[in-house]
């Protein structure tokens, strides 16, 4: 597919995140995402971040196979999860399960540093490059069991704030 074939399949994606916020707003506790969140969404490529044989979907608001028995989540989950996170510019996060590097790199948009752990080198390293190739150069990847997280860099990465979760429906 064109990369211009694909503009309105993204504009849709963003369109159909924004009304699953916003019937629910009781759930999630607010009504629309952050813009910076949804710039990101509407920012990253999906389609290059999914294998070409499921690339004419990449837009739909469905997790897609990436290969191994993993997915990559549907964009609404992706823009949940992201702004649930409440990222500053500043921050550094740490993100275990890279995948092929779509969220890595959503959250590259929003964050000084992402750190990602992939235990599946051959995701890793298909990670790297479509990383590298978006242009993702705050993201440092590590093929690695991310059980621990990066002991190397958890001087940096974002505490987890487990009171933005409250009254979300991801109580723990």
Same mark, same amino acid.
């Not at 993204?10 to 607010?30: N, Q, Y």
């Not at 990436?66 to 500043?90: H, N, R």
């Given at each position: 597919?064109?990369?211009?074939?694909?503009?309105?399949?993204r504009?849709?994606? /963003?369109?159909?995140?924004?009304?699953?916020?916003?019937? /629910?707003?009781? $759930?999630?506790?607010? +009504?629309?995402? *952050?813009?910076?969140?949804? $710039?990101?969404?509407?920012?990253?490529?999906?389609?290059?971040?999914?294998?070409?044989?499921?690339? &004419?979907?990449?837009?739909? @608001?469905?997790?897609? &196979?990436?290969g191994?028995?993993?997915?990559?989540s549907?964009?609404?989950?992706?823009?949940?999860? $992201?702004? /649930?996170?409440?990222?500053?510019?500043? *921050?550094?996060?740490?993100?275990?399960?890279?995948?092929?590097?779509?969220?890595?790199?959503?959250?590259?948009?929003?964050?000084?540093?992402?750190?990602?752990?992939?235990?599946?080198?051959?995701?890793?390293?298909?990670?790297k490059?479509? /990383?590298?190739?978006?242009?993702? +150069? @705050?993201?440092e990847?590590? #093929?690695a @069991?991310?059980?621990?997280?990066?002991s190397?860099?958890?001087?940096? #990465?974002? &505490?987890?704030?487990? +009171?933005?979760?409250?009254?979300t429906?991801?109580?723990?």
């Amino acid at each position: 597919m064109r990369t211009e074939d694909l503009e309105p399949l993204r504009e849709h994606m /963003l369109a159909v995140i924004a009304a699953c916020a916003f019937a /629910l707003r009781d $759930t999630i506790g607010k +009504s629309a995402f *952050d813009e910076r969140v949804m $710039t990101a969404m509407c920012k990253v490529p999906r389609h290059e971040f999914v294998p070409i044989e499921v690339q &004419p979907y990449a837009y739909a @608001n469905i997790p897609l &196979p990436i290969g191994f028995e993993k997915t990559i989540s549907q964009p609404f989950i992706v823009a949940l999860m $992201t702004d /649930l996170l409440d990222i500053k510019a500043d *921050d550094s996060v740490l993100e275990i399960g890279t995948g092929l590097g779509y969220q890595a790199a959503i959250l590259a948009q929003l964050a000084r540093k992402v750190y990602s752990v992939e235990i599946i080198e051959e995701l890793g390293q298909a990670a790297k490059q479509r /990383l590298r190739q978006q242009g993702c +150069s @705050n993201v440092e990847l590590k #093929i690695a @069991n991310g059980y621990h997280g990066w002991s190397e860099q958890m001087k940096e #990465i974002l &505490p987890v704030r487990f +009171s933005q979760l409250e009254g979300t429906g991801f109580d723990l």
